[in-house]
């Protein structure tokens, strides 16, 4: 059971150019999320998904896109990477069961666009 | 929107002292409180997860309490050790998860 991993760990851009974060669970969980993280910020969700097919929008979500084919993988695009998209990234699944909802995060995945 | 708020945002203790870490939050309307730890270069772990309807947790040398009313979070970490140094986030799970921006534990031996 590797629970959360994401690919790549840690990948540099220039700007204007594009690519796509992997997040993949095998936990069989309805919900992922991504999150950025930037010093004195704390983590700001991106976008997120409540199943397979289905994607929704969070607090920071201009210029990244998503998409959820399949229930275990959940896609993050940048299509025209920017300098102020420079975090790291973090996905998380998570399970609810009666009602309490837990996350499980992914090791991250830290993105510098020049 | 909600803000939740960690202080401080470091914090340093000798091998042995026991601690205490806060998180306030502005909107009572919510679900859960999770606290999690993140080590450098890592991912989050959940520790302790306090549904709205309790006020505490408790695992091991760790002691989450929940005030609503107060919209205030503490982590109690007994008989702190080395193994603890690490970064403490406290999350707020209301129609999405809000988090703080977490305090950094020294544990000096």
């Known amino acids: 059971n590797a629970g959360v991993t994401q690919t790549p760990k840690f990948r540099v851009l220039k700007t204007g150019q594009s690519m796509t974060l992997l997040c993949a669970q095998d936990m069989n969980h309805e919900y992922m999320y991504w999150y950025r993280q930037d010093p004195g910020m704390g983590l700001r969700l991106i976008h997120y998904?409540?199943?397979?097919?289905?994607?929704a929008k969070g607090e920071v979500p201009d210029g990244y896109n998503v998409s959820r084919l399949k229930k275990q993988n959940f896609l993050l695009g940048l299509e025209s990477a920017a300098p102020s998209q420079t975090s790291v990234y973090f996905c998380?699944?998570?399970?609810?069961?009666?009602?309490?909802?837990?996350?499980?995060f992914g090791p991250g995945t830290r993105l510098l666009v020049l | 929107k909600q803000e939740v708020t960690q202080i401080p945002a470091a914090l340093s203790v000798p091998e042995g002292e026991n601690l205490v870490l806060n998180c306030s939050f502005t909107d009572s309307a919510i679900y859960n409180l999770q606290w999690f730890r993140q080590d450098p270069g890592k991912g989050l772990t959940s520790l302790l997860l306090i549904q709205s309807s309790q006020r505490e947790q408790t695992s091991g040398r760790l002691n989450a309490s929940l005030d609503k009313s107060s919209g205030r979070s503490t982590l109690y970490i007994a008989a702190s050790q080395p193994g603890d140094s690490a970064t403490y986030l406290c999350a707020l799970s209301g129609n999405q998860f809000y988090f703080g921006t977490g305090t950094s534990l020294t544990v000096i031996p």
């Open positions: 998380a699944s998570s399970l609810s069961e009666r009602g309490v909802e837990t996350q499980y």
């Open positions: 998904s409540v199943g397979e097919g289905t994607t």
